[in-house]
């Protein structure tokens, strides 16, 4: 089962940043509000992810290191309509088997929480702790049995951006929780809760990008679109400007940036990626989540519908600050 594992690792962790992603999700999963983020040597070294959500028993903790042993989901046709964010029960195996993993947990209604240590998924030692309600998973050394996958890691900095990027995102889609960054003991990024996105995009990017943005929300059937895009005077065309969200979900989607494009046709030379932070909520059997292991893309059911109304409610709110 180790080598099951391995290979599904190599599906669900290419890096640092995608062992984190499932890290983060789970944290979210389990009703977390605090999520604090440790890195060293951007994530190569050490990536630990601790929150403040309903934990683990000792079973729990053993049985989510097995393979889809999953909490998430009961009969087989959940997988079509699918509110949480993990589902596949492989996330937490994977990256065991090609890492040294320690896992600390406790549930508020225990006495104690537990430490299970792992390497490679070779479990070595189980000991009952004591520690806050929640969850601290450390992963160690992340492909250090993989030397081939470990060597195409990138450096430190390349590697950190793409974390500090995806923190960023899970930030906006929760922005009544609070994320912690930090990278070899200093603090990168400390975001509390807040009331709205706008507050949310001010703690991050500043005023001068909160004065260049426009607010759109609009419902079309059962297309809910809803958040902020750039002025044409913002015009970054930088991709990684672009904040999607479906049902709560970070997603990449052709669908979408396509749509994103088009909106702004007439508003500036060329193809243009503005900066936008696009939500979307569509019921869940209008999208399929389970085409890809990591899980970033999606696939609308309905595309036409979805793509021709995020391009109008956008371009809608452009031409309405014009006037
Ligand atoms: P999935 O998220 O698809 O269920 P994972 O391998 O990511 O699969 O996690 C396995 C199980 O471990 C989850 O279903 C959940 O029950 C438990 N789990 C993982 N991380 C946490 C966490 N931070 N807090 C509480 N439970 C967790
Ligand atoms: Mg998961």
């Given at each position: 089962d180790h080598l099951a594992n391995q290979i599904a690792a190599g599906e669900v962790v290419e890096r640092p940043a995608s062992a984190l992603k499932e890290l983060v999700e789970n944290s979210l999963d389990a009703g977390a509000d605090k999520i604090r983020v440790v890195l060293e040597a951007g994530g190569k070294r050490r990536l630990r992810v601790e929150d403040n959500g309903c934990g683990m028993d000792r079973d729990d903790c053993l049985m989510a290191l097995e393979r889809h042993a999953t909490s998430k989901l009961t009969r087989a046709e959940d997988l079509f309509s699918i509110r949480s964010?993990?589902?596949?029960?492989?996330?937490?195996?994977?990256?065991?088997?090609?890492?040294?993993?320690?896992?600390?947990?406790?549930?508020?209604?225990?006495?104690?929480?537990?430490?299970v240590e792992l390497n490679g998924s070779k479990l070595f030692k189980v000991t009952e702790i004591s520690r806050p309600p929640g969850t601290t998973i450390t992963v160690d050394q992340l492909f250090f049995n993989i030397p081939a996958r470990r060597k195409?890691?990138?450096?430190?900095?390349?590697?950190?951006?793409?974390?500090?990027?995806?923190?960023?995102?899970?930030?906006?889609?929760?922005?009544?929780?609070?994320?912690?960054?930090?990278?070899?003991?200093?603090?990168?990024?400390?975001?509390?809760?807040?009331?709205?996105?706008?507050?949310?995009?001010?703690?991050?990017?500043?005023?001068?990008?909160?004065?260049?943005l426009v607010p759109f929300e609009s419902q079309r059937d059962w297309l809910k679109v809803w958040g902020l895009t750039a002025l044409p005077t913002l015009l970054k065309n930088s991709r990684n400007f672009q904040f999607l969200f479906v049902n709560g979900r970070l997603v990449k989607d052709k669908v979408l940036a396509h749509a994103i494009g088009e909106a702004y046709t007439g508003f500036g030379e060329g193809k243009i990626y503005p900066v936008i932070f696009l939500f979307l909520e569509v019921p869940s059997e209008?999208?399929?989540?389970?085409?890809?292991?990591?899980?970033?893309?999606?696939?609308?059911?309905?595309?036409?519908?979805?793509?021709?109304?995020?391009?109008?409610?956008?371009?809608?709110?452009?031409?309405?600050?014009?006037?």
């Amino acid at each position: 089962d180790h080598l099951a594992n391995q290979i599904a690792a190599g599906e669900v962790v290419e890096r640092p940043a995608s062992a984190l992603k499932e890290l983060v999700e789970n944290s979210l999963d389990a009703g977390a509000d605090k999520i604090r983020v440790v890195l060293e040597a951007g994530g190569k070294r050490r990536l630990r992810v601790e929150d403040n959500g309903c934990g683990m028993d000792r079973d729990d903790c053993l049985m989510a290191l097995e393979r889809h042993a999953t909490s998430k989901l009961t009969r087989a046709e959940d997988l079509f309509s699918i509110r949480s964010l993990g589902f596949r029960g492989e996330a937490l195996p994977s990256i065991a088997s090609v890492s040294r993993m320690t896992l600390e947990s406790r549930r508020a209604e225990d006495e104690s929480g537990v430490r299970v240590e792992l390497n490679g998924s070779k479990l070595f030692k189980v000991t009952e702790i004591s520690r806050p309600p929640g969850t601290t998973i450390t992963v160690d050394q992340l492909f250090f049995n993989i030397p081939a996958r470990r060597k195409f890691l990138r450096k430190t900095e390349t590697e950190l951006s793409w974390m500090v990027n995806l923190i960023t995102q899970y930030s906006m889609a929760h922005i009544d929780k609070h994320f912690i960054l930090e990278h070899n003991d200093r603090t990168i990024m400390d975001v509390t809760p807040v009331k709205s996105l706008k507050e949310r995009i001010y703690q991050h990017f500043g005023k001068s990008m909160i004065d260049e943005l426009v607010p759109f929300e609009s419902q079309r059937d059962w297309l809910k679109v809803w958040g902020l895009t750039a002025l044409p005077t913002l015009l970054k065309n930088s991709r990684n400007f672009q904040f999607l969200f479906v049902n709560g979900r970070l997603v990449k989607d052709k669908v979408l940036a396509h749509a994103i494009g088009e909106a702004y046709t007439g508003f500036g030379e060329g193809k243009i990626y503005p900066v936008i932070f696009l939500f979307l909520e569509v019921p869940s059997e209008e999208v399929d989540v389970n085409v890809h292991p990591a899980k970033t893309e999606v696939k609308f059911i309905n595309a036409n519908a979805v793509h021709d109304g995020v391009r109008d409610i956008v371009r809608e709110a452009l031409v309405a600050e014009r006037a």
